[in-house]
T-cell receptor
Framework: DAGITQSPRYKITETGRQVTLMCHQTWSHSYMFWYRQDLGHGLRLIYYSAAADITDKGEVPDGYVVSRSKTENFPLTLESATRSQTSVYFC????????????FGPGTRLTVL | AQSVTQLDSQVPVFEEAPVELRCNYSSSVSVYLFWYVQYPNQGLQLLLKYLSGSTLVKGINGFEAEFNKSQTSFHLRKPSVHISDTAEYFCAVSEPGGSYIPTFGRGTSLIVHP
């Protein structure tokens, strides 16, 4: 299917466990992003990638790791999950400049117990 | 550095009434401006965007926005809302030729009452 997909859609884990959230896009967009959405904070950028093998930190990168070996995939790993990482995570891909608009996945709701 | 302020966290309105969601931005250079909508339990989707040209931009679902450079605003309007417009709305700004990374406002929750 064309578009951007995230898996899993829902995840419950325990403090200290490693969790990986997957993101896949079929448009071959250069840019990809990971956001977390929390009540009162709107969207906060965790990491982004301008191309395969190029990643950079966003506003709230601590506790997260990303990689991008292929253009279409951008997994996000929580190395040792904490309760403060309970959130809804959105992946997005971005059209190249000058368009700059983003296409969002459906989100992953993560609960850390 | 760019920033976005959405002045209202929540806007209640009755069905078929007009609505305006306010967005102000701060940037020292020219900007691209966007409005996104997020329906419950879904990701964000683009409503409309301003890149250049006409300051009045029309989007999907009957929404429109006007870019006002002197007031650094990009308010979103709809002349008659429906129950189905109940959602979270996000304004975003990015700078052409800059880092590309858009800055999002904190969102405005539009609640349409019957």
């Amino acid at each position: 299917d064309a578009g951007i997909t995230q898996s899993p859609r829902y995840k419950i884990t325990e403090t200290g466990r490693q969790v990986t959230l997957m993101c896949h896009q079929t448009w071959s967009h250069s840019y990809m992003f990971w956001y977390r959405q929390d009540l009162g904070h709107g969207l906060r950028l965790i990491y982004y990638s301008a191309a395969a093998d190029i990643t950079d930190k966003g506003e709230v990168p601590d506790g997260y790791v990303v990689s991008r070996s292929k253009t279409e995939n951008f997994p996000l790993t929580l190395e040792s999950a904490t309760r403060s990482q309970t959130s809804v995570y959105f992946c997005a891909s971005g059209r190249d400049p000058p368009y700059n608009e983003q296409f969002f996945g459906p989100g992953t709701r993560l609960t850390v117990l | 550095a760019q920033s976005v302020t959405q002045l209202d966290s929540q806007v209640p309105v009755f069905e078929e009434a007009p609505v305006e969601l306010r967005c102000n931005y701060s940037s020292s250079v020219s900007v691209y401006l966007f409005w996104y909508v997020q329906y419950p339990n879904q990701g964000l989707q683009l409503l409309l965007k301003y890149l250049s040209g006409s300051t009045l931009v029309k989007g999907i679902n009957g929404f429109e926005a006007e870019f006002n450079k002197s007031q650094t605003s990009f308010h979103l309007r709809k002349p008659s809302v429906h129950i189905s417009d109940t959602a979270e709305y996000f304004c975003a700004v990015s700078e052409p030729g800059g880092s590309y990374i858009p800055t999002f406002g904190r969102g405005t929750s539009l609640i349409v009452h019957p």
